[in-house]
């Protein structure tokens, strides 16, 4: 009898427990929807995501299928909304497919530049011992190397390794910057009244840190995951523009390179450069203006000044 209360009074907890985080969850989310930017970037940005999932419903076409006459490339019309490539690729249907690619690097790169920067930061910031010396030697010796540079020099070396590779690299020279960001947050809460009774009370660091110290920080947080997602965006179009991607990837990235190689600009292409240009900087637009609104969840005054 004694273990079915313990169970029930268990399954209780866990319940009462997910009502308030989808309380907690619901509030954040409202005061983020209350900042009108980011309103118009939440939009957008669910606009661009819904491109990228359902593109083989709304692309017209495959982005691989040829059209007309190689090297004489159509104009924009009825059935080819934004016209052709000069290899005979719908543009329309690039655009739409292209997306997929751009939006995975973004959100895979920028979720796992976040977990990085967590553990390191989180650690770094509550540690006082030599491994936080060398975790800080290490953080600030990428923050020291150009990271445009060496992502370069590292693309290069793994040329047409795929989109794993590409998001490798973006990981790689992006985590430092979170790290020292949250590091120095956690310095700064590490000295509070909470955390002080969590560790008089016998508990363990890790689970100081990730159940004391990670729950106020979740705002700054979630903004260094758009910040890193938007900066993980711009590089795979840079990078892919660079032609140090796999050219035989469709992303907006590649879309850029192919139309540099055809020399669009020159032979008035033009849509075929601004268009993936475009959906880059909206992209980037969106998740910039959705931390207007994470930043009233971090900071109190904006909160009460709305």
């Known amino acids: 009898m004694s273990d079915n209360k313990k169970k029930y009074s268990g399954s209780e907890a866990s319940q009462g427990s997910l009502q308030r985080g ?23 940005f669910g606009l661009i995501i819904l491109l990228a999932v ?22 924009p019309s009825i059935h080819h909304l934004l016209g052709t490539t000069t290899e005979g690729y719908d543009v ?15 959100l895979c790169a920028g979720l796992i530049s976040t977990i990085i920067a967590v553990i390191v930061g989180l650690s ?24 445009l540079p060496l992502m370069i020099i590292l693309a290069s070396y793994v040329k047409n390794g795929g989109l794993v590779v590409i998001i490798f690299v973006i990981v790689l020279t992006s985590w430092a910057w979170g790290s020292r960001v949250l590091r120095s947050q956690t310095q700064t809460l590490r000295s509070r009244d909470f955390i002080v009774a969590a560790q008089f009370s016998g508990e363990s660091a890790i689970r100081v840190v990730f159940h004391e110290l990670f729950p106020n920080m979740l ?35 590649t879309m850029l390179y192919w139309a540099q190689n055809d020399q669009a600009l020159t032979t008035g292409q033009w849509i075929v450069l601004l268009a993936p240009g475009l959906m880059i900087a909206l992209l980037a637009v969106s998740m910039t203006l959705i931390n207007f609104g994470v930043d009233r969840l971090s900071n109190p005054r904006l909160r009460e000044g709305n």
Request: no cysteine; aromatic share 16%.
């Open 219 to 253: 705002s700054l947080i979630i903004a260094n995951f758009f910040g890193a997602a938007t900066a993980a965006a711009l590089a795979e179009a840079g990078l892919e523009f660079l032609g140090l991607g796999d050219p035989a990837t469709i992303s907006w990235g």
């Open 124 to 147: 770094w910031g509550y540690t006082k011992s030599f491994f936080g010396e060398f975790v800080g030697f290490i953080v600030n010796l990428f923050l020291v190397v150009p990271s």
């Open 54 to 75: 359902f593109a083989p419903v709304i692309a017209p076409f495959s982005p691989t299928m040829k059209f007309g006459t190689p090297g004489m490339p159509m104009t």
């Open 92 to 106: 329309f249907s690039q655009l739409i497919w292209g997306g997929r690619v751009t939006v995975l690097v973004a």
């Open 22 to 44: 989808l309380r907690v969850t619901a509030r954040a989310f409202s005061t983020v929807w209350s900042v009108s930017k980011a309103r118009v970037g939440l939009v957008l």
